[in-house]
């Protein structure tokens, strides 16, 4: 593996200079291969004779290739006609440096523009790239990630046969890598169909339902983030004992009480933290992530700041399956995302992931709204008729306490407010 990636070794005869953007991408690159350290990481070494080539090469720096699967395991790649006959070559192309593109963007948008509407989700990394190209001296690497996705869509080949002048097909994945054309394409179909193996043919999770229910209606999330949010934060601080501002602030505290170098929110839905946590430049790792792509596109929509943050990261996981290495992060954030679970096997499950990924993590879980004030209850059927929120099942006071009770609690309490009494434990390990 290359030390120093995404360089170039000038010629003494022609100096070229770093196209803009290329430092952004790059510490969000090592920022990915620091958070999925389990992945492997492929190189290779390309001589190229010719000057042009070496030309158009240095006007890519970063890249993503995409492997999306549908439920019953097929692939969709892209066909090219060889003297052999067809061979197949992943989804992928380079990212916009001058738009500071996000890798995961980048692998959505490629995939979009392959076969327009389909949706994707658990975008997964799979494998690290390298490519370096040498030529006469000089050498310029292309840096990438290989991802995997779930289509989700039931009508794949319907959407296929109607898009016109698309080279994109679904093929099996059993597919033999020999039948796979271009660089590292080969390789990292084997490792998409070892990920693949861990999961049975026609296997749907169950936030699968929710995911569909956010995308249905984000235009609500929209009114609420701009209408009714401003409304209950002016307000909140002469209602109930805690004003949401209050709320906001304790987390604040527990973020930074042990100077965080990196956090996460495991389930960050249409709350801004992290975009503010970024743009605040006091944590040099932000992770919002979240099982429906609809809801991170409102957030990046709500940023203030024109520019993205080079710390900020969204990715798309099961809170209850996150792939980041032990510890990655020195805090997680986890609120309101309990009474999603559908078991309590699996409120648990989600509270393990979040102690696992970090060193310290933050549940806050808001008590059962129609065991509480007026306001909570009022709250409650907003976002269940309005907002559509998929709520299973809310835990009282005891119920959480026996659902947090664990060697790693350090803290537990709870803050009354407009939107309900919102029940807190911390874990420090």
């Not at 549908?70 to 006609?81: K, V």
């Not at 980048?106 to 995939?111: D, E, L, S, V």
Request: glycine share 4%; proline share 4%.
């Amino acid at each position: 593996m290359f030390d120093s990636i995404s360089r170039f070794r000038p010629n003494p005869k022609k100096q070229n200079k770093i196209p803009r953007g290329i430092d952004t991408t790059q510490r969000q690159f090592e920022t990915y291969k620091y958070l999925y350290g389990d992945a492997p990481s492929l190189s290779d070494i390309f001589d190229i004779p010719n000057r042009d080539a070496f030309e158009y090469c240095q006007r890519i720096s970063h890249f993503v290739l995409i492997v999306p699967y549908t439920a019953d395991h097929r692939i969709l790649a892209e066909r090219i006609f060889t003297r052999e006959g067809i061979s197949w070559s992943l989804l992928g192309d380079c990212l916009r440096q001058d738009e500071h593109e996000d890798f995961i963007v980048a692998a959505n948008t490629i995939t979009q523009e392959t076969l327009p509407e389909v949706q994707l989700a658990d975008i997964e990394p799979i494998a690290f790239l390298s490519n370096a190209f040498r030529h006469e001296g000089g050498e310029w690497i292309h840096n990438g990630i290989a991802f995997t996705a779930r289509i989700r869509d039931d009508d794949v080949n319907e959407k296929l046969q109607r898009t016109k002048r698309t080279r994109a097909q679904l093929i099996d994945l059993e597919t033999p890598s020999s039948s796979i054309a271009v660089l590292q394409n080969a390789e990292v179909l084997k490792l998409a169909q070892s990920y693949l193996e861990s999961k049975g043919r026609g296997w749907i999770p169950f936030h699968d339902q929710e995911i569909s229910r956010n995308a249905r209606y984000r235009h609500r999330y929209q009114i609420h983030n701009k209408i009714t949010k401003p409304i209950m934060r002016a307000t909140s601080r002469y209602v109930c004992e805690h004003s949401l501002g209050e709320v906001t602030k304790k987390i604040d505290e527990l973020v930074h009480e042990n100077n965080p170098r990196s956090m996460i929110d495991v389930a960050c839905g249409e709350n801004m933290l992290c975009n503010t946590k970024a743009e605040k430049g006091d944590i040099s790792v932000v992770v919002g992530n979240d099982i429906s792509w609809s809801q991170i596109e409102l957030i990046k929509q709500s940023s203030i700041s024109t520019q993205p943050a080079s710390s900020l990261i969204y990715t798309n996981h099961d809170a209850t399956n996150l792939p980041f290495t032990s510890k990655a992060f020195s805090v997680a954030i986890c609120k309101n995302v309990l009474h999603h679970m559908p078991s309590a096997d699996a409120a648990r499950k989600l509270i393990d992931e979040c102690i696992r990924v970090s060193n310290r993590a933050v549940i806050i879980e808001v008590m059962d709204p129609p065991t509480g004030h007026l306001g909570s209850r009022v709250m409650y059927r907003y976002y269940l008729d309005f907002l559509k929120d998929a709520a299973v099942h809310f835990y009282s006071k005891r119920e959480f306490e026996q659902l947090t009770e664990n060697e790693q609690l350090s803290d537990r309490f709870h803050m009354s407010t407009i939107r309900g009494v919102y029940q807190f434990a911390v874990f420090d390990s």
